[in-house]
């Protein structure tokens, strides 16, 4: 079986990493957290033979959906050309009403006010099988009240949205943070995992769980 490889655009005002997961050589990807400007994400992906298999959300703020609906609307007109399925987004059950909420999800303090949905909403523990790819949802409330993470590992990665950074961790003086419970999520559901996982965050440069355990001030 081919390889599993990821790659990144860094979006928006805030910097935000937008994944895409994909088996070298071939064309299906999954997407991560659409961060902004979702045309463009297609428009990139497309030129480079990729098709977007479905979207996953590690989180419902602003910065992570911004570029949902637009990703999701050019990915399910090339599908119907295509005769293929529509393309499902992803998210945390516990999610449901940050997403759907302007004032929970930040956007219209941010100025610009965005709503989302997902297509199937998870929870702790389940498997998603996309493309050919299989993850495991992570649920880590903390950084909001419904973040998860998404851990391929037969790739030994882990997609921690804004709960886990190298040698920092996510806010949590947004609404439904708890920094508390953020810290509880990283030892007791991410910590566990095999040290050399690489973690991918959803802002700022990868790191290991290894690293983080020695050196993350916030999870001492």
């Known amino acids: 079986m081919k390889e599993i490889k990821i790659g990144r655009m860094v979006l928006s005002v805030c910097q935000t990493n937008c994944y895409f997961l994909y088996r070298d050589g071939e064309q299906e990807v999954?997407?991560?957290?659409?961060?902004d400007k979702g045309d463009r994400i297609y428009g990139a992906l497309h030129k480079n033979g990729f098709r977007v298999a479905g979207i996953l959300?590690?989180?419902g703020h602003f910065d992570h959906i911004w570029?949902?609906?637009?990703l999701r609307d050019a990915a399910n007109a090339a599908a119907?050309?295509?005769g293929l399925e529509p393309v499902k987004v992803y998210a945390c059950e516990a999610e449901r009403e940050l997403l759907k909420d302007v004032r929970l999800n930040i956007s219209k303090q941010a100025g610009r006010a965005c709503v989302a949905s997902a297509d199937v909403y998870v929870k702790d523990n389940d498997e998603i099988t996309l493309a050919g790819m299989s993850c495991k949802v992570i649920a880590t409330p903390g950084h909001t009240g419904g973040s998860c993470c998404y851990y391929f590992a037969e790739a030994g990665i882990l997609v921690s949205g804004d709960t886990l950074f190298e040698e920092s961790v996510g806010r949590t003086?947004?609404?439904?943070?708890?920094m508390g419970t953020l810290?509880?999520?990283?030892?007791?559901?991410?910590?566990v995992l095999p040290e050399d996982t690489r973690v991918y965050p959803g802002h700022g440069d990868s790191t290991t769980i290894g690293h983080e355990k020695e050196h993350n001030p916030f999870c001492v």
């Open 30 to 35: 999954i997407v991560v957290d659409p961060a």
């Open 57 to 59: 959300l590690t989180h």
């Open 67 to 70: 570029g949902l609906e637009a």
């Open 80 to 82: 119907e050309t295509d």
């Open 173 to 178: 003086d947004f609404p439904t943070g708890s």
């Open 183 to 191: 810290v509880h999520s990283i030892k007791e559901k991410l910590f």
